[in-house]
């Protein structure tokens, strides 16, 4: 199924009334921060000039491990892993929690 299918069938779903559980939600709502969350470490990353390698070794992890991060692999997202990539990545790390349950992340270049 291609993403424009996909977007047809949830469409469809919320014009016929479907609920959606809310564990799934949730999951859904971990998946997209995962997604930020990585995109943010690789555009860091690229930014700072260091390889997946000079990453991993300065969050004491392996270059897949930072892979996965980057491609939203990692999933939950927790509290551990957002210090370490702070000090890692030489940033703050912002969190809004709105009261809908969603979340954003972003890095604060100027906080570390």
């Not at 991993?56 to 491990?65: C, I, K, Q, V, Y």
């Amino acid at each position: 199924m291609n993403h424009a299918r996909w977007k047809l069938a949830r469409e469809r779903q919320l014009v016929e009334g479907y609920t959606e559980p809310p564990e799934v939600a949730v999951e859904r709502e971990q998946i997209r921060l995962a997604m930020a969350l990585g995109q943010l470490v690789y555009d860091r990353r690229a930014e700072l000039g260091l390889s997946q390698d000079d990453l991993a070794h300065r969050l004491g992890t392996s270059a897949d491990e930072v892979d996965s991060i980057e491609v939203g692999g990692v999933l939950p997202v927790t509290s551990d892993l957002l210090a370490r990539l702070a000090a890692a990545l030489e940033v703050g790390v912002d969190m809004h929690l709105a009261p809908s349950g969603g979340v954003a992340v972003s890095f604060d270049r100027h906080a570390a």
